[in-house]
């Protein structure tokens, strides 16, 4: 408590002096601009908020695939379990269920060589999520047609190097969708 108030002191003997008021305007504004963003309820994304309906547990069943590309399900399902597991508890008896569908998934070439052979393929997934209180069966929180994209090198002298890019980039928009969401659900958006 002593050297609080030497620093009130100290603070106070400076303003007299013209560079004192300056650096007095600079300590203080590095004090108040944290206690005026803490008390106004300013967050960074996805920390320090709630889930929706105050859940603290869901669970995530297998997203359903709507697409015609085969097994993708297991891996979105999977990051967002992982995401998730890190705010709530993700058990089967949960008092809420987070349904995913998988509503399309799509390649298209972004970028060619001069002579039209492709350089980048942009794969981009929409889904439709929502989660639905376990109990009365009500949707708590719902999200339509989440649109999400991630890019990926073509290596045009080997298939397999390009499909095991296509996985990787697949997996990473996954985990990318996976956190936006989540933070999406705290910050009740």
């Known amino acids: 408590m002593m050297r609080l108030g030497r620093l009130i002191d100290r603070a106070f ?3 007299s002096e013209r560079a004192g008021r300056r650096w007095f305007g600079v300590v203080l504004t590095l004090f108040l601009v944290p206690l005026l963003l803490g008390g106004c309820g300013y967050h960074i994304a996805g920390m320090g908020g709630k889930m929706p309906g105050g859940v603290t547990t869901i669970s995530i069943p297998v997203f359903v695939n709507h697409t015609g590309k085969p097994d993708i399900e297991a891996t979105i399902t999977t990051r967002f379990a992982e995401e998730f597991r890190t705010t709530v508890e993700v058990i089967d008896n949960a008092e809420a269920r987070l349904d995913g569908q998988i509503v399309s998934y799509n390649l298209k070439a972004v970028s060619y060589t001069e002579n039209d052979i492709n350089l980048e393929y ?10 639905v ?9 719902k999200a339509g047609r989440v649109v999400d994209y991630e890019d990926f090198i073509v290596v045009t002298s080997d298939v397999t190097a390009t499909e095991e890019a296509e996985i990787e980039a697949f997996k990473k928009l996954s985990t990318d969708t996976a956190r936006n969401i989540k933070e999406r659900m705290l910050d009740n958006f």
């Open 13 to 15: 003997t400076m303003l």
């Open 122 to 131: 942009r794969l981009t997934v929409i889904l439709d999520l929502s989660l």
């Open 133 to 141: 209180s376990v109990e009365t069966d009500k949707v708590i929180w």
